[in-house]
C-alpha cells in the first residue's frame, strides 16, 4: 500500500531551491521505496515553470510531497545524474500516484502528469530550453519555448480532457507518450 516516509523539512536556498534537511520518500504501489535522501537540493523543476500559471507550482497543494520525491529522482538540483528514459517514466509513474496519495484526484494526477511528462518532453529535446541553460527563470516568460510547453500541454490535455477520471495509469501513459 502507498505511503509517504516522513514528512518533509526543507531549508529554503535562494528564491526557489530547497536543501532536504530529513529523508522524506514514498513507498508506490508496487512496494519500491522512493527515498530523497537528507541533503538533497530541490528547485521545483518537477513542474515546468511555464505550467504554474495553469496547474499550480510544485510547492503547494496536495501534490507538494509528491514533488520533492519526483525532483530528487528525475535529477533536478544537486541529485542524480540525469536519468535513462525509462528511469524517468518510472519516476513519472511514482508521481502520478503520490499525487493520489497525497490527495489529489484521479483527474487532477493526470493532469499534473502530463505536465511532468512534458516537462521530461521538454529537458530532452535538443531545441527547447536546454539551448538556454536556464539561466535566468526571472525572465523564462519571454523565451519562446515556454510558449510550446504551453501549446503541448494545452494539446494533450485537450485530447485527453475527458477521459482523465475513469482512464488507467497505463492507458494514460500510453496516450500521452504517443501524443508528445
Not at 33 to 41: E, I, Q
Not at 84 to 105: L, N, P, V
Not at 107 to 122: D, E, M, P, Q
Request: hydrophobic letters at 35%; aromatic letters at 12%.
Amino acid at each position: 500500500m502507498e505511503q509517504f516516509i516522513g514528512t518533509p523539512l526543507t531549508l529554503w536556498d535562494g528564491e526557489r531551491d530547497m536543501e532536504l534537511m530529513e529523508d522524506f520518500g514514498f513507498i508506490d504501489g508496487s512496494g519500491k521505496t522512493w527515498l530523497a535522501p537528507k541533503g538533497s537540493f530541490l528547485n521545483g523543476a518537477t513542474i515546468p515553470k511555464p505550467l504554474w500559471s495553469i496547474i499550480g507550482c510544485p510547492y503547494v497543494g496536495p501534490y507538494r510531497y509528491a514533488s520533492i520525491i519526483h525532483d530528487y529522482f528525475v535529477g533536478e538540483g544537486t541529485n542524480p545524474e540525469p536519468i535513462s528514459h525509462q528511469a524517468r517514466r518510472a519516476a513519472d509513474k511514482m508521481f502520478y500516484e503520490a499525487c493520489i496519495h497525497g490527495g489529489c484526484t484521479k483527474r487532477f494526477a493526470g493532469i499534473l502528469y502530463i505536465g511532468v511528462t512534458i516537462g521530461s518532453w521538454a529537458s530532452k529535446s535538443q531545441t527547447i530550453l536546454r539551448n538556454y541553460q536556464m539561466k535566468s527563470f526571472d525572465n523564462i516568460e519571454t523565451i519562446p519555448e515556454d510558449i510550446l510547453i504551453q501549446l503541448k500541454f494545452d494539446q494533450t490535455y485537450g485530447e485527453l480532457e475527458n477521459q482523465l477520471d475513469t482512464i488507467s495509469f497505463q492507458e494514460l501513459e500510453q496516450k500521452v507518450h504517443q501524443i508528445i
